[in-house]
């Protein structure tokens, strides 16, 4: 195979290209984004899994290019690209490097599966390094400069020194433990005898009813094959998210449209007597939260971690609203069937028509 070299995405218009976790004509893309034109037998659920499989099979199309590229920097790009400027030792450690792509995008860690504590360690790891070194998920629009640009030297700075890591990750215990033991507390807490997750398979919703706010990947370890999370936290304090399961195609199963959430936060406004306001994010956004609002949170703020950022009491039972909540979601999804590979036209129709709140 080619010896690949990364490539800043602003050049890839003069530069043709693998195109990872991203779209651009100009190259092959190897991409979960909705509606990405990767090869049908590449595609799997995250886009480093899709990197991966090219490389298993020797993809015949991989010999056609020498660099590789991606226009921002999160761990499932990250790890694809990596893959490939590193394919023999991608391949040695392909489930690490698996768990990493779906702990890092879907936030779905599972600790009973394989190699899902050594992917734990390397993801926390990266989370701490962006953040002490450079700006955090969905900073930079605090930036002069857009995503693009604000994340090559993100890029040129893992892609530097991943692969020690990857292969000693306990010389970097210092770094990465601290937030390996947050959520592994976490973890303990959701799983824990003070808690309740209740799955609703058919709206695809996972309610988590838990003490206080816990890292994400503890809170949304119970939400596979879900894509709705409701966080319901002592003192009548609650969120509800979309997963980004439900802005990407996965290939693993089908999914129910992303529902908006706009028109349930106007019937819980209606409802609230807190003085706080209840706002959700529109169904183009990465993950769209619906919660109690006293000031307008930036999106980096709504990225991190539920413990990062206030929520607030509601006048609002328990009981009434989840079961607002659950009654808003049947309504929506009325005679709608799962099926795979919605298109973001679909999903705006889908909203337009089944709102009947």
């Given at each position: 195979?080619?010896?690949?070299?990364?490539?800043?995405?602003?050049?890839?218009?003069?530069?043709?290209?693998?195109?990872?976790?991203?779209f651009h004509p100009n190259g092959l893309v190897l991409s979960h984004w909705r509606?990405?034109?990767?090869?049908?037998?590449?595609?799997?659920?995250?886009?480093?899994?899709?990197?991966?499989?090219?490389?298993?099979?020797?993809?015949?199309?991989?010999?056609?290019?020498?660099?590789?590229?991606?226009?921002?920097?999160?761990?499932?790009?990250?790890?694809?690209?990596?893959?490939?400027?590193?394919?023999?030792?991608?391949?040695?450690?392909?489930?690490?490097?698996?768990?990493?792509?779906?702990?890092?995008?879907?936030?779905?860690?599972?600790?009973?599966?394989?190699?899902?504590?050594?992917?734990?360690?390397?993801?926390?790891?990266?989370?701490?390094?962006?953040?002490?070194?450079?700006?955090?998920?969905?900073?930079?629009?605090?930036?002069?400069?857009?995503?693009?640009?604000?994340?090559?030297?993100?890029?040129?700075?893992?892609?530097?020194?991943?692969?020690?890591?990857?292969?000693?990750?306990?010389?970097?215990?210092?770094?990465?433990?601290?937030?390996?033991?947050?959520?592994?507390?976490?973890?303990?807490?959701?799983?824990?005898?003070?808690?309740?997750?209740?799955?609703?398979?058919?709206?695809?919703?996972?309610?988590?009813?838990?003490?206080?706010?816990?890292?994400?990947?503890?809170?949304?370890?119970?939400?596979?094959?879900?894509?709705?999370?409701?966080?319901?936290?002592?003192?009548?304090?609650?969120?509800?998210?979309?997963?980004?399961?439900?802005?990407?195609?996965?290939?693993?199963?089908?999914?129910?449209?992303?529902?908006?959430?706009?028109?349930?936060?106007?019937?819980?406004?209606?409802m609230e007597t807190s003085g706080f306001t209840w706002v959700a994010d529109g169904?183009?956004?990465?993950?769209?939260?619906?919660?109690?609002?006293a000031e307008k949170l930036t999106k980096a703020q709504r990225y991190g971690n539920?413990?990062?950022?206030?929520?607030?009491?509601?006048?609002?039972?328990?009981?009434?609203?989840?079961?607002?909540?659950?009654?808003?979601?049947?309504?929506?999804?009325?005679?709608?069937?799962?099926?795979?590979?919605?298109?973001?036209?679909?999903?705006?129709?889908?909203?337009?028509?089944?709102?009947?709140?």
């Amino acid at each position: 195979m080619n010896q690949y070299t990364y490539l800043p995405f602003p050049q890839i218009k003069e530069q043709p290209a693998v195109v990872v976790d991203s779209f651009h004509p100009n190259g092959l893309v190897l991409s979960h984004w909705r509606e990405a034109p990767t090869p049908v037998e590449l595609r799997e659920d995250t886009s480093a899994g899709m990197v991966l499989q090219a490389l298993k099979q020797n993809w015949p199309q991989l010999q056609a290019y020498s660099y590789v590229t991606a226009n921002h920097f999160d761990i499932d790009a990250l790890v694809g690209v990596w893959a490939l400027l590193n394919p023999e030792l991608a391949l040695q450690h392909e489930e690490t490097l698996r768990q990493m792509a779906v702990i890092g995008d879907f936030r779905e860690l599972d600790l009973e599966a394989p190699f899902a504590r050594e992917a734990l360690k390397l993801v926390c790891w990266i989370n701490v390094e962006e953040k002490a070194r450079f700006y955090p998920p969905f900073g930079a629009e605090e930036l002069e400069e857009n995503e693009v640009t604000a994340s090559i030297p993100k890029f040129l700075y893992f892609l530097g020194v991943f692969e020690r890591v990857l292969t000693e990750s306990a010389l970097f215990q210092q770094v990465w433990e601290p937030e390996f033991n947050l959520v592994l507390q976490g973890y303990a807490q959701v799983y824990g005898s003070d808690s309740r997750i209740m799955q609703n398979s058919s709206l695809g919703v996972v309610v988590i009813d838990t003490p206080a706010p816990v890292h994400y990947y503890a809170l949304f370890s119970p939400t596979a094959g879900h894509d709705v999370v409701v966080s319901c936290y002592a003192d009548n304090r609650y969120e509800v998210e979309c997963k980004y399961t439900t802005w990407v195609d996965l290939d693993s199963r089908p999914t129910l449209p992303r529902p908006d959430l706009r028109p349930l936060a106007k019937v819980l406004a209606s409802m609230e007597t807190s003085g706080f306001t209840w706002v959700a994010d529109g169904v183009t956004d990465t993950g769209p939260l619906l919660r109690l609002e006293a000031e307008k949170l930036t999106k980096a703020q709504r990225y991190g971690n539920p413990t990062e950022r206030p929520i607030y009491p509601s006048s609002i039972s328990k009981n009434l609203f989840l079961k607002t909540v659950t009654e808003y979601l049947q309504n929506t999804f009325l005679g709608v069937s799962p099926k795979k590979r919605w298109t973001w036209a679909e999903v705006k129709t889908f909203n337009q028509v089944n709102n009947k709140i």
